[in-house]
């Protein structure tokens, strides 16, 4: 009788990250999954374009069985197969985020037999999911320290709700992953970052946004040097806006913060809202931010020891993981 794990895609958080994590965990694992209740805490339940061609790439990077993909499906059953390297692309179809489909399929390329080439096409800064910036800037240093490796080119952005963006990664694969011990924030050292445009909105829209994101680091890190510059985005398909910004210690953390513009949105709110999430984490002394948090799960599972880190501000998507963690040992 086939051992398969039956999984709840409604817990906790109850979004796509479950059915990410838990895919990428079954194909590391090479364990049978069913999940159910997909996204059951969404308004919209379902399976949308993004996670379709996440589960898909993943299922083709390990010559997998995938059973119930279709848009809207509240289940799957997954039977993965060994990971063996290679180039394989994926695209949402929309403006659905890039960075989610690397979240999905970089654990899994991270311990491929080879190599692996990812082209990715989609949303590169979209909502309610990490912009490339922040998995750049954030994400891939401290799975350097884990031991990692991610070679990453933006060669297009891609915004919503055209997408159109382009990312090619490179991903060496590992055997084990470093234990890490992360517990001292430390010393703010800098924090810096960018307010970007595209299409027809003006660079001043950029220019306000990071002088509102100035004023407001520096009246409540005063100490510290800030430095927030204003970009345009000559190819990405607009009109679109945002911010990024990444506080740095000398204990080696990196803390995000990030906002998109949008319609009714004043420039003081965008930069507000990414100021207010940077120092939510600084002040709560964080190690790791609850964003990153999300996706350090299998990190800590694949290394040779444990993996420590400071989270004090434990986001119910972490906390949706790693109760799938601690479930997957009990039955193991």
Same mark, same amino acid.
């Given at each position: 009788?086939?051992?398969?794990?039956?999984?709840?895609?409604?817990?906790?958080?109850?979004?796509?990250?479950?059915?990410?994590?838990?895919?990428?965990?079954?194909?590391?694992?090479?364990?049978?999954?069913?999940?159910?209740?997909?996204?059951?805490?969404?308004?919209?339940?379902?399976?949308?374009?993004?996670?379709?061609?996440?589960?898909?790439?993943?299922?083709?990077?390990?010559?997998?069985?995938?059973?119930?993909?279709?848009?809207?499906? $509240?289940?799957? $059953?997954?039977?993965?197969?060994?990971?063996?390297?290679?180039?394989?692309?994926?695209?949402?179809?929309?403006?659905?985020?890039?960075?989610?489909?690397?979240?999905?399929?970089?654990?899994?390329?991270?311990?491929?037999?080879?190599?692996?080439?990812?082209?990715?096409?989609?949303? $590169?800064?979209?909502?309610?999911?990490?912009?490339?910036?922040?998995?750049?800037?954030? /994400?891939?240093?401290?799975?350097?320290? /884990?031991?990692?490796?991610?070679?990453?080119?933006?060669?297009?952005?891609?915004?919503?709700?055209?997408?159109?963006?382009?990312?090619?990664?490179?991903?060496?694969?590992?055997?084990?992953?470093?234990?890490?011990?992360?517990?001292?924030?430390?010393?703010?050292?800098?924090?810096?970052?960018?307010?970007?445009?595209?299409?027809?909105?003006?660079?001043?829209?950029?220019?306000?946004?990071?002088?509102? +994101?100035?004023?407001?680091?520096?009246?409540?890190?005063?100490?510290?040097?800030?430095?927030?510059?204003?970009?345009?985005?000559?190819?990405?398909?607009?009109?679109?806006?945002?911010?990024?910004?990444?506080?740095?210690?000398?204990?080696?953390?990196?803390?995000?913060?990030?906002?998109?513009?949008?319609?009714?949105?004043?420039?003081?709110?965008?930069?507000? $809202?990414?100021?207010?999430?940077?120092?939510?984490?600084?002040?709560?002394?964080?190690?790791?931010?609850?964003?990153?948090?999300?996706?350090?799960?299998?990190?800590?599972?694949?290394?040779?020891?444990? +993996?420590?880190?400071?989270?004090?501000?434990?986001?119910?998507?972490?906390?949706?993981?790693?109760?799938?963690?601690?479930?997957?040992?009990?039955?193991?």
């Amino acid at each position: 009788m086939e051992d398969m794990k039956v999984i709840d895609g409604s817990i906790m958080e109850g979004g796509g990250q479950v059915l990410r994590m838990a895919v990428s965990l079954s194909c590391l694992l090479e364990k049978p999954i069913k999940i159910t209740n997909i996204r059951g805490g969404r308004s919209k339940p379902g399976l949308k374009g993004q996670h379709l061609a996440g589960l898909r790439l993943v299922s083709e990077m390990c010559s997998g069985r995938l059973t119930g993909d279709a848009i809207d499906s $509240t289940e799957i $059953t997954f039977r993965p197969g060994r990971v063996t390297g290679g180039s394989y692309s994926a695209e949402t179809g929309t403006a659905g985020s890039v960075g989610l489909l690397l979240q999905v399929s970089l654990p899994c390329a991270m311990f491929a037999s080879a190599p692996t080439r990812l082209t990715l096409r989609g949303g $590169t800064n979209a909502a309610f999911a990490p912009q490339i910036d922040y998995t750049l800037n954030v /994400f891939r240093p401290l799975l350097e320290r /884990f031991g990692g490796n991610l070679q990453c080119d933006v060669r297009r952005r891609g915004y919503f709700p055209r997408g159109g963006g382009l990312v090619e990664a490179s991903v060496s694969p590992v055997t084990q992953l470093r234990p890490l011990e992360l517990l001292d924030q430390g010393r703010l050292v800098g924090v810096t970052g960018a307010a970007f445009v595209a299409g027809k909105l003006p660079l001043r829209v950029a220019e306000s946004v990071a002088a509102a +994101a100035r004023r407001r680091l520096r009246a409540a890190l005063p100490s510290v040097p800030v430095r927030v510059e204003a970009v345009r985005d000559p190819e990405g398909a607009g009109p679109a806006s945002g911010l990024n910004l990444v506080a740095e210690t000398d204990t080696g953390c990196r803390l995000g913060g990030s906002a998109l513009g949008g319609r009714g949105a004043t420039d003081d709110q965008v930069a507000a $809202t990414a100021t207010d999430e940077l120092l939510r984490a600084v002040s709560a002394g964080a190690c790791v931010d609850q964003y990153c948090q999300d996706q350090v799960p299998w990190d800590a599972r694949m290394g040779e020891g444990d +993996a420590v880190l400071g989270c004090p501000l434990l986001s119910a998507v972490s906390a949706g993981s790693l109760f799938g963690l601690a479930d997957r040992e009990r039955a193991s």
